[in-house]
C-alpha cells in the first residue's frame, strides 16, 4: 500500500504563502488522480484541489485561484501552492490517492496549516 508523508505546513499570516509537499511511497504514484484534503476539527474532510494523472486540475471555489496543485512523477511528490491565505484556511492539511472521485488510500498523518496574525 502507498504510504504518504505530507509536509510544508505552519503558521503564517494572512495574505501569506504556504507550500506543501506531499511524498508517496511506491512505482504506481504516476498511474493516479491525487488530492489535497483539509479539515478543521469537529468537520469533515473536504477535498480542495485534485490532479489527474494526465496533469488536469480542479480546485473547490473557495480556493480557486489563490490554490495551486501539481505534481513531479518523477519524485513521486504532488505540491499544493497555498498564496493569499486566509485565517479560514486553518486546517489540517492531508493528500491521497483518488479513484472514481475518492480517496482510496491510507491517510497519513497530514500537515497542520493555521493562518492568523
Known amino acids: 500500500q502507498v504510504q504518504l508523508v505530507e509536509s510544508g505546513g505552519g503558521l503564517v499570516q494572512p495574505g501569506g504563502s504556504l507550500r506543501l509537499s506531499c511524498a508517496a511511497s511506491?512505482?504506481?504514484?504516476?498511474?493516479?488522480?491525487m488530492g489535497w484534503y483539509r479539515q478543521v476539527a469537529g468537520k469533515e474532510r473536504e477535498l480542495v484541489a485534485d490532479?489527474?494523472?494526465?496533469?488536469?486540475?480542479h480546485y473547490a471555489g473557495s480556493v480557486k485561484g489563490r490554490f495551486t496543485i501539481s505534481r513531479d512523477n518523477a519524485k513521486n511528490t504532488v505540491y499544493l501552492q497555498m498564496n493569499s491565505l486566509k485565517p479560514e484556511d486553518t486546517a489540517v492539511y492531508y493528500c491521497?490517492?483518488?479513484?472514481?472521485?475518492?480517496?482510496?488510500?491510507?491517510w497519513g498523518q497530514g500537515t497542520q496549516v493555521t493562518v492568523s496574525s
Open positions: 511506491g512505482s504506481i504514484f504516476m498511474l493516479y488522480a
Open positions: 490532479i489527474t494523472s494526465a496533469g488536469t486540475t
Open positions: 491521497n490517492q483518488m479513484s472514481l472521485g475518492r480517496a482510496v488510500g491510507a
